[in-house]
């Protein structure tokens, strides 16, 4: 009976936790900075977000869209093959558009949640979104060459990154 109780146990806590191993951490005490109810899904596996109009993937790039969540491994680029892999998702159409692009800082801070953490984000907008940083547009100049800021999704930061780093990527549809 003992074991049967841990095996139950671990399998409830496997549901809980997910795939990615660990459960994001919210303030519930604080209001929501990105509430669903500010995303309207679009039926092809994008959301636009009502109040700055940015049409946005479910899922990082690498991932799939299944109509209900997202699957597979999220993708990690370094900047210029980040743009590339923007180059072929526009030339595929993914999501019936061809202009995708890497969103700007502002942009995708606009979609941290700053109540949660690890990640620091939705996930009933953008389910299974990885703890790790994700590339901007923006780039920031470096003392001996240029950056680019990412947002870091285990905590919402924006840190500057070297274009050799390796990061994932949340393509963006808008203005």
Known sequence: ????????????????MGPVGAAQTCDVNKAESTPSSRFKDNGDGTVTDTRTKLTWRHCALG???????????S????????????????????????????????ELASIVEARCFKPAINLDVFPYSPESGFWTGTEVDGVIAPRVTVIHFINGGAYIANKTQAWRVRPVVGK
């Not at 299944?66 to 597979?72: A, F, L, V």
């Not at 993708?75 to 061809?98: M, P, Q, R």
């Open 1 to 16: 009976m003992k074991k049967l109780t841990w095996v139950l146990a671990g399998s409830v806590l496997a549901l809980v």
């Open 63 to 73: 991932m799939s869209w299944n109509g209900q969540t997202c699957e597979g491994q």
């Open 75 to 106: 993708a990690s680029y370094d900047f210029v093959n980040a743009k590339i892999a923007i180059e072929e998702l526009n030339a595929a159409g993914d999501s019936k558009h061809s202009d995708w692009r890497l969103p700007s800082r502002q």
